[in-house]
């Protein structure tokens, strides 16, 4: 009997010392599957990032320039026999006088030797298309100017703009290229006596969308924004809060709420064209509302948000202790009394960080809106929430489909606008939540 346990013992040690060793080569293979994880996530981030870069700089590398604008200075002689030539002053007269003329006869005084049509045909290039109409604007503003001869900054061409911005590849064959040999010679000179100057471009901001790209700007898309933005948050706040509240608060729990709450939740997953459908189908052809107006956009929009406030705000409510409902019943508060001064302060933080985000979502949505005709060509500002508009996605949209190199820096510089909107609204949102997030 001694002689065998000294062997037992060592079976057991032996088999202890296995199961020690069978356990760290499971704990080996569990930690390098875990480092192995963590380089996966951290390979994941640095992809994103990566793309995210790549992303931001081509819209910046592409859109920046289109923040300068290029003008020359011309002589330009405002000849009485062409803008008034029965001296009346009469603003209707002076408004439909030619100063596109004005500007050709400059450029003709300043290159003589320019003779031929085709010749002359390019050397008008050299200027905007609406340099007549800064001209209309400066007499209509002081009659005065009639009669002088003064120095105009005048917007140029979307070509030459491009050319002077080094966007137009000189060493190319004159084939290959929109502007011509004469032209640059042109401009050379032009440069070479201080006639050319880029400057800031607050035509971008201010001017409304236009054909030619130099006249271009994004002030109707950002007011038809406002309208359609605040329009939509004035709809879709309170009723997705009180269907929330209803919801979460005072509905019964059955067949029908358990209905409402699989729709709610389905219908943020549903496409956002399907949405826009709707809006053609019911808010203008049965409604009658004006098609292209903030109006209806901001309906079709508010449909689009309304699931996203609605589950927001419910996960507010929900993130609110039973024991603040409880003691405020138990002091005496009705249940109405309980959600209006007790449970809604607690819960509004959440509630505005899910209306904002969907505030930015409704921002960017564009096929909705294509649906009910906000893709219109849109010149004039909008005065009212009724008048025809776009938004600055759909202009987005309408400057990328342009085949003029100008309208591709547009496209960019406006993105870059769109995603600064973007950026500060969700900024906001995540301050909201800081500022006044409570931790139970």
């Known amino acids: 009997m001694n002689s065998q346990k000294p062997t037992r013992d060592g079976a057991d040690g032996m088999d202890s010392r296995r199961t020690i060793e069978i356990v760290r080569a499971g704990l080996r293979r569990r930690q390098a599957a875990e480092k192995r994880f963590r380089l996966y996530g951290l390979l994941a981030i640095l992809l994103g990032l990566v793309f995210l870069s790549v992303l931001f700089v081509s819209i910046v590398g592409n859109g920046y320039s289109a923040f300068a604008q290029t003008y020359v200075r011309l002589p330009v002689y405002f000849d009485a026999a062409v803008i008034d030539p029965e001296g009346t002053r009469d603003p209707e007269t002076l408004g439909s006088a030619d100063y596109a003329g004005l500007v050709k006869a400059s450029l003709r005084e300043m290159f003589p030797a320019v003779t031929e049509r085709g010749e002359r045909r390019a050397l008008y290039g050299i200027i905007s298309n ?105 709809l879709s706040f309170p009723i997705g809060v009180a269907a929330a509240v209803y919801l979460e608060e005072f509905a019964p729990r059955n067949r ?94 959440g509630m505005l960080t899910g209306t904002i985000i969907g505030m930015a979502h409704a921002l960017g949505e564009t096929a909705p809106l294509l649906m009910i005709g906000m893709v219109a060509f849109i010149v004039s500002i909008p005065a009212g929430v009724f008048d025809p508009a776009t938004v600055l996605p759909v202009q987005i949209f309408l400057w990328a489909d342009s085949p003029e190199r100008a309208f591709v820096e547009k496209t960019s510089a406006a993105i870059a606008v769109l995603l600064a909107f973007l950026i500060l609204m969700n900024a906001v949102a995540v301050i909201l939540r800081k500022r006044f997030e409570r931790r139970w």
């Open 256 to 349: 029908i709420t358990d209905l409402i709450e699989v729709n709610i939740n389905n219908l943020a997953a549903v496409p956002s064209i399907v949405f826009g459908l709707l809006g053609l189908a019911v808010f203008i052809n049965f409604f009658g509302i004006p098609r292209s107006s903030p109006l209806v956009g901001a309906l079709v929009l508010t449909l689009l948000v309304l699931p996203t406030i609605i589950i927001a705000s419910r996960a507010a409510l929900k993130s609110v202790p039973p024991s603040i409902r409880e003691a405020a019943l138990g002091v005496g508060a009705s249940p109405m009394q309980t959600v209006i001064y007790h449970v809604l302060p607690l819960a509004m933080p």
């Open 130 to 234: 609406g340099a007549g109409f800064e001209l209309r604007d400066r007499v209509l503003g002081d009659p005065a100017l009639i009669g002088t001869r003064q120095d105009v900054w005048l917007v140029a061409d979307d070509e030459i703009d491009m050319l002077v911005k080094g966007r137009v590849d000189r060493t190319l064959p004159e084939l290959d290229r929109r502007v011509k040999d004469d032209q640059i010679g042109w401009v050379d000179r032009l440069d070479a006596e201080g006639r050319v100057e880029k400057r800031f471009n607050t035509n971008f901001f201010l001017a409304g969308d236009s054909r030619d790209p130099e006249l271009a700007g994004i002030r109707g898309a950002l007011v038809g924004s406002l309208y359609t933005l605040l329009l939509t948050l004035a």
